[in-house]
Structure formats: C-alpha cells, structure tokens
C-alpha cells in the first residue's frame, strides 16, 4: 500500500497532508507508535510512525534533525502527528524539517484512534498477503497435477504461459532448449538491467532488464531468473510484459515454475545418472569382460543396440592429463558423434569409444581424428588418441587392448598425439607382457652415453637416422657443411666402436637411438601436459 492509498481511506477523510505531493509514492508495509527517540533500534524501512506532538516537546534543535535524519536513513514511510484540544496546530519548524527531510506528515484528528489507523494499514496488508499466498497454493496445485504426468520442458511452459498470461522463455544451452511462448519480436535488444531486492516472497535471484525494438521503436519489459541447479549448468528463465513493474502474484507463480523447473531437472539429471550408470557397465562388460561365450556377447551386443553391422573399432584417451570434466564430456561427445552406433565406457584414467559399423572403409583413421580436434590438440597438448585395429565381433576383447597399449607406450616414448598400432611395432610385445622397463635394455650402454656426454653428436647420428643415412641431406637438415658431418659421424664411430656402414650392427643403435629421442619427447609431453 502506499501513503497516497492510505488517506483516501474513509476513516482519513477529515485527516490532512501538510507536505503536499511529497513521498506519496512511498510504499507502508508496516505501522509503530513512537515511544522512544532510538528509531534506529525498533523501526525499520516503509514504516508508518504515529505520535503525539507531545513526543517532539522539549526537545532541542539539534535532538529533532538527528532523529529526522536517523528517519530518512532507515527509509521511514511518512510521519501521522495526531493533535488534541490543547494542541490544534502543529508548528511550522516540525513541517519545516518534513519538507527539507521529505518525509510525509499527515496530520489527523483527536477522534481518530492508533487502533484505527492500525487496522486501516493492517487489513489490506494481511488481505494482500493472504491474497498473494492463496495464489501461491493454487498454482502449486495446478502444476502437481501435471507434474504427476512427467510433462517435458514444452508442456511445463506452456502452462506456465497459461497460468501467467505473459510471453515467456526458457533457455537450457546444456540440453539445446530454447522454448518461448507468446508473441516474442527477434530484435529485442537489452538497453538497461537492474538487480531487484528480494521479497519475503521470494527466493531466487531476480534482474528486471530493459528491452528495446527496434522495429517497433518500443520500450518492453523482462523479469530474467538464473535458476539455480548441480544438474545442467546455465538455466534461465524470462518473462515479459509492457510495465515495469510485476505484481506479487505474478511472482509467486514464476516463484512456482522455478521448482517445477528445478524439481524436472533434478529428474532429467537423476535418469541420465542412472542410464550412465547402466551403460557405462554394459561398456564394462563388453570391453573389459567380454564373454567367451558369442552367444552372452550377443545378447551384450543387442542390449547396446550394437550388434547391427559386422566390423568393431574403438578409439580412447588418457585422461588422466585432462583437469576439466568439461573438457573430458566434450572430447567424448565429439567422439560418440563421429558413427552412429556407438558404447563408450569412461575409467578413472581413460575412457574408449566403441564403433560398429557396416564396411571396412567405414572405419577411423588418423586423419579423422587429427582434422576433427586440430584446434584441440593446440590448446590441450596433454590430449592423445589411440586407435584400434578392426576387429569382428569374435576379436572384441582386442580392441580395449590394442587402445591400452598404445596409450602405455606413448605416455613413456611419445610419438604423435594420434597413434594406430602399427605406429608401435614390435614394441607392442614389451607392453602387453608388462615387460616396459626391458625396453631399455634394447638401447646399447655406450650410445646412453653418447646422449649424456656428447649430446651433438648424437643429434647428428640421429639425424642421419632420419635422412636415410644420407650424409648430404644430414649436413642440409643440420644447416652444416658434409665436411662436418663426416667429422662428427666418424667421432660417433670412434665412441661407440661400430662401423656405420654395417646394417647389422647399425639396427640395434638405430633403434636405441629412436627410443632414446622418443623417451625424452615423452617426458617432455607429461611435463607439458600436466602443467
């Protein structure tokens, strides 16, 4: 209620405003009879004070503007002075210090009782709010009854729609919904937002935004809420209306379409959880413990909807590098879209992506994976790929293996950040017998200290590795004379004791020295994906 509301009451037809216009606007949610100067102790903000002029006698200048300015601060609504017999008038400096204070004074008469006034400012407040709740118990009514239903976001605003009579939105980027009903223009454009202060009737967080058309050259009106929620990150709701003001019972039924809202996506989240969970241990059984038996593979297979075509890959990651859940859903969300029928199954250092598909030529390769997440592997070094073989359905415990050993064998020797098994080789055999730390043993004693002691020249004779034993190429890729490369080469003969035109005693070094550069790169990769 407001002051201009309040004495165009009846029982203040004989009363009188002595300040004019001034804050009759100000809202009154509450009344108090002043018996103590200490406002700042029991009064609070769109109080109504009544008193006597009797309360002002004898006070100093100096008391009255510290207790007018202790009401100003608090937000006090206005000031009822009753008079008596002995006092008719109420003297110019109280006026005075109403005006410069602008706070309301209504002067009323003898005859008008503080139980009067009350009542008159109590009722239509407790009428208000009883109003205000019942509004709220009835449209927790109506939406239970379709919540019984299982209704989907749609139907969940289009009753709210119905119920409110005002053009809404509700936005789930997570889930891709973006429903509005009424008639919403596309070029509404933001021109001011402002947080709104909580009420005793609500408790979401509220923005009131400005809106403007551009075709339209119209102001129009939004109430935005942030509804809250661990399920599905960003949600938001919006309502709309030509005023910019929205009334108490317009509140308690969006009050009411945030729970159903957040009860719906605790329920959406609490069925994914558990599809999750049931899949992911059907992953489980199909990748980790595949069946001997071809016929419990089957009914596995058709249970995953994955037992349509012939042949069988998969494709996993380390995530072990990977801090952001976000960005572990995300990687695995692209990877389940590249086929359509697909399992995935998610370990607490890895999760694999499982393909069945039709032809041979249907399968990944490693250049889909490399354009698919080029701007991927720039921003997150630490992201590698294994691809399996394919496999038919017989050879299905194979593929989680095959995946495994490839990530085993990178995180220690890094070679690419997209791997087949082929890239791997004879190395395989090391891996899948956990014999990884026998590997070194491959690299000959005196080449380790080559890389140690003589770290140019064992670039160089790794390099003229890589050029095919090509001195001149060697000289080119090192921007050195052959002269020099001879020089050092025949340095690296002297050291190591071997002769570098002989095939035989080169394979071992040659090998030796890969693991070596491959050994280092992997180190270098794990520092640089874990910082």
Not at 491 to 514: K, S
């Amino acid at each position: 209620m407001k002051i201009k509301e309040l004495i165009a009451l009846d029982i203040f037809k004989t009363s009188k405003v002595l300040t004019k216009d001034i804050g009759l606007e100000n809202e009154v949610e509450s009344a108090m009879v002043l018996e103590a100067l200490d406002i700042e102790k029991w009064s609070k903000k769109n109080q109504l004070i009544l008193t006597s002029f009797y309360a002002f006698d004898e006070l100093t200048p100096q008391a009255l503007r510290i207790f007018f300015e202790k009401m100003q601060l608090i937000g006090v609504s206005g000031l009822i002075v009753k008079v008596d017999r002995l006092i008719s008038m109420i003297p110019e400096w109280l006026i005075d210090l109403c005006f410069e204070f602008e706070i309301p004074l209504i002067k009323v008469s003898q005859d008008l009782t503080y139980e009067k006034i009350m009542l008159s400012i109590y009722e239509p407040l407790l009428n208000h709010q009883s109003h205000v709740l019942r509004t709220y118990y009835e449209v927790r009514q109506r939406f239970t009854k379709i919540e019984r239903n299982l209704p989907s976001f749609d139907q969940l605003l289009s009753e709210f729609h119905l119920i409110i009579n005002k053009s809404c939105r509700l936005e789930i980027p997570s889930h891709r919904i973006n429903i509005k009903e009424g008639y919403l223009q596309d070029d509404l454009v933001v021109t001011n937002a402002v947080h709104l202060k909580s009420s005793e009737f609500t408790k979401n967080n509220y923005e009131l935004l400005t809106l403007f058309s551009h075709r339209d050259a119209k102001e129009l009106y939004a109430l935005k809420v942030q509804i809250v929620n661990r399920y599905f990150g960003e949600c938001t709701l919006l309502v709309y209306q030509k005023e910019n003001d929205f009334k108490e019972t317009d509140m308690m039924i969006i009050e009411n379409a945030i729970d159903i809202i957040q009860e719906k996506l605790q329920m959406e989240y609490l069925i994914k959880r558990e599809r999750y969970a049931r899949m992911n241990n059907l992953a489980d059984a199909i990748l980790q413990n595949t069946p001997s038996n071809l016929d419990e593979l089957d009914s596995l297979l058709n249970e995953a909807n994955l037992n349509r075509h012939t042949y069988y890959q998969a494709v996993a990651f380390s995530t072990k590098s990977l801090d952001s859940q976000t960005i572990k859903k995300e990687t695995l969300s692209r990877l389940r879209r590249m086929k359509r029928h697909v399992i995935f199954f998610e370990h607490h250092d890895y999760s694999v992506v499982l393909y069945n598909f039709p032809t041979r030529e249907e399968a990944l390769t490693k250049a889909d994976l490399l354009y698919s997440f080029r701007e991927t592997f720039n921003s997150l070094p630490g992201l590698t790929f294994a691809i399996s073989s394919i496999k038919n359905k017989e050879d299905l415990k194979e593929v989680l293996l095959e995946c495994l050993d490839i990530i085993r064998f990178n995180r220690a020797y890094y070679i690419d950040s997209v791997l087949e098994l082929a890239d791997i080789g004879i190395f395989r055999y090391f891996i899948r017998e956990n014999k990884m730390a026998e590997i070194n043993t491959i690299i000959p004693q005196k080449l380790i200290q080559l890389n140690q002691e003589h770290y140019e020249l064992f670039e160089t004779l790794h390099s003229f590795f890589m050029n095919n034993r090509n001195y001149k190429r060697t000289a080119e890729a090192l921007f050195l004379h052959p002269k020099t490369i001879r020089y050092r080469l025949g340095r690296v003969e002297e050291l190591l004791a071997i002769d570098l035109t002989n095939p035989l005693q080169l394979l071992n070094y040659e090998t030796g020295t890969y693991l070596l550069k491959l050994k280092k790169r992997g180190i270098h990769h794990e520092r640089t994906s874990v910082g």
